[in-house]
């Protein structure tokens, strides 16, 4: 599994005639035409020709068998039909991709509809770049993308709320599963995939059925994305989530092992977890500590990406990740980012309103109430309460909360930014709650890893697959709740081949006391890097609060810590890009 780079760069007026692969992008302000679109892949194992219709760049995978796609159906390529092309792909195929389409006399993209393999265009007056590897674009075209202040600033009030907007300046990301025109890139032509083509059918609902139809499509999809690959390592934390993938992966016999990586001291030490896990499976175990005098806050995780979006603690797991690879001979490292947020790890009233929504108050609806009693530690009175306030919001979105912490007032924009999914209206009436699925969704999007090229290309995040989104979004809420614990069916699905102890697992352990060493071991570098640096120069800093969060002679509050060290990476990421 190598990852996927491509550039294709046109001339508005070349549009009509085609696309041609190149072994080098002619410069923007180089040639004021091109005699036809030019398309540069760096591993032509990742193109598929669809003759006149185009190209698919990426992973496609059958969606009847998950086997590896590498040519398309003569049938369709006879018909040279980009619509039906399209239509193909979405509806029989599966993958990390985009597809770029001749039709009627112009260029479309689609972007496939897990995000998997994210878009971005540029353009100018004169000519349009499509890439997945912002570095590969800047190197074909020999100009540098320059940050977007402003974008930072939006992006920093929601980090969790991927955007259309990218932060580097005329840079956007296109909407996985939406057709889109070079003529109006500032728009989604056509929508191929929504979430409410998804939403639970109506009754009645068989959890043994359901969980078994979970763990057939949760097999499929990791055996497609680990045949690409000799072995593949698991970062492995013993909780639900990495556990179903390794789980999948034992079930199909594919050849694996697994990584913990642990705190210093017991609060983020999963390691016990998972040796059970390991030795269950029969499966190796590398074991890794944390080391923070190692991570240089210097150096962006997220470094020459279109956003700041890493974490500090992530340069340790991805040295160890990188050793333990090698050592093993894997090729790739999964992981199970996403998973809460799949498995619809809800924390409010939003189970019981579905429930009392579809068959009224009853015996089902009850015994929901008190399951999310025991998800959430709430009486059954704070529950009633709590669905009262829910249900008068009925299927709108919660407002996306801003953090303005230690932003300049200057720009700060009161207006949410625009989402690069807009799924508000996707909720359907009868299935109020899952609004705040997709709102898991939608969260969990800047932290996949997916098969782009990145600095940790070799983790990827195979959880949030298409077809297992397409399985999670037609589940009912409350399902996932069924006996009190949360993730119920995702459990349930791999109960035979996991350990009883892992099954039942409901704590979590974090990097929390690693990151906490980071930042008082590096005080006086964030300081030196958010008071003299890009951030503050540019006006998105609140000077005067920075400086009263650095000087407190009291320890910093949790929030104002992961704030700084957030800002940090903000700072090192700009400056990634700036040189």
Known sequence: MTPIRFTMRTSRRAERQGITLVDAITPMGHAETLPASQLLVADRDHLINLGAVGFVIGYLFDRSSSKRLRKAPQTLIAQADARDTAD????????????????????????????????????????????????????????????????????????????????????????????????????????????????????????????ARLQEVSKAVIRAWSQLSSR???????????????????????????????????????????????????????????????????????????????????????????EAREALGADVVFDGNGGDNLFCYLHGAAPVLDRLSC????????????????????????????????????????????DTSLLSVDLIRAVEPKPLRNWADQVPARHPGKAEHLRLLLATQNHLHGAGPSPAFAQFSPLLSQPLMEFCLAVPTWLWCTGGINRALARAAFAQTLPASIVARISKAGPDSLMHSVF???????????????????????????EQALNSSADVTDATLYRLLDLTEAEAWARSWIG
């Open 88 to 211: 193909w792909l979405i509806r029989e195929c599966w993958g990390a991709y985009v597809a770029l389409l001749n039709s009627r006399g112009t260029m479309e993209i689609l972007p496939d509809p897990s995000g998997l393999l994210p878009c971005y265009v540029s353009s100018d007056e004169k000519h349009i770049v499509c890439t997945s590897d912002l570095d590969m674009m800047a190197r074909c075209d020999r100009r540098q993308p320059q940050v977007s202040w402003e974008s930072l600033a939006v992006h920093l009030q929601r980090p969790d709320l991927r955007s259309a907007a990218t932060c580097l300046s005329g840079i956007q990301e296109l909407v996985p599963g939406h057709i889109h025109s070079l003529e109006g890139l500032d728009r989604a032509d056509r929508t191929l995939w929504a979430p409410a083509h998804f939403m639970p059918p109506d009754g009645p609902f068989d959890f043994k059925d359901l969980s």
């Open 232 to 322: 593949t390592l698991v970062a492995a934390s013993g909780g639900v989530d990495s556990s179903l993938v390794a789980a999948a992966l034992a079930d199909t016999g594919q050849d694996f092992g697994c990584l913990t990586v642990a705190t210093p001291d017991p609060s983020g030490d999963e390691r016990a977890h998972v040796r059970v896990l390991a030795q269950h499976l029969g499966v190796p175990l590398f074991e890794g500590i944390y080391a923070p005098e190692r991570i240089d806050l210097g150096i962006a995780v997220s470094a020459k990406g279109p956003r700041p979006v890493g974490k500090a603690f992530m340069q340790e797991t991805r040295r160890m990740a990188s």
């Open 359 to 402: 068959e009224g108050l009853g015996r089902g609806t009850l015994a929901t109430l008190l399951d999310m009693c025991h998800v959430t530690d709430m009486t059954a009175p704070q529950m009633v309460r709590a669905l009262w306030r829910r249900g008068k919001r009925a299927s709108t979105f919660a407002p996306w909360p801003a």
């Open 520 to 546: 008082y071991r590096n005080r006086q570098l964030i300081r030196d890097m958010l008071m003299g640096g890009l951030l503050m120069d540019h006006g998105v800093l609140d000077r005067r609060a920075i």
